[in-house]
DNA sequence: AAAATTAACTTGCTTTTTGCAAGTTGATTT
DNA sequence: AAATCAACTTGCAAAAAGCAAGTTAATTTT
């Protein structure tokens, strides 16, 4: 697995010791938002990771605390990954990406539409959110 | 320089395609949060990066608007490095960062106690920083 | 009940990126 | 005029990412 060390001890840096990538995050708004929990349902999203690579990173987000294993309700040939309260807790981190990337960034005529909506109720929205995550997570 | 792509057209994706790595948000964080502006201040912050790496991080950060060179004050053999608006926009997912750290990681006594304080009054301060920094900018 | 499929990886190999040490060039200081 | 400083560049080794194919246990299909 990627080698875990701190680089110093800023808060900013230590953060990005964690999910300064190009993929942890991705992996963490797949379950937040996109409801998915599986290796699989992993590999089907658009920015196509690599199986190796969403091995390693599913590892070091367990090893990290950001997300646990747990029995699929539906296989026991599938497992069920999910986010820790530590994990939900990045979910203020990407709501402020999508509001920069909505700002300044090319990016879907839905997410322009959504970034609308959180710029003008990002509070609301996002405690709505945590509550919610948190609660399927008891 | 890395190559820019957009891996798709989801905001949390793009904003990782510019800075969903170990080092360009920590550059912005010097500039925003360190008043330092030059190349070899940024060489001497406590993560050490290396000497091409910052250039690379440098003119990536560049291309994609986050910052400009402009002439420094005091000498000509210096470069001044400042942030576009673009740039200063990101403060909110340093924030965001920050808090997440404070809360999950172990960080510095300066830290902990920045948090407590960012916590009770986080739209204020950002609200304060982010008009600082812009009018700078002007 | 055997064969095929699915899910979650692992392995091997190539390409890209990172990290480290040393060197270059123009401006500034001694 | 010589030494130093600032911002890079270059060369090379190590680490990480990307890609295709293979493995193993658990279903599903025939």
Redesign the pocket.
Known sequence: M??LKQRSDCPISSALDIIG???SLLIVRDIMMNGKN????FLKSAE??????L??R?AMLEATGILTKAE?PD?????YYKLTNKGIDLLPILIEMILWADEHLPVSNDAVAYGKLLKKDKATITKQMMTALKKNNK
């Open positions: 990627k080698q990538d190009k993929w599986t290796y699989n349902e196509k990771i690599a199986t190796n690579v091995a390693d599913l699929h296989s026991k040939a599938k497992i």
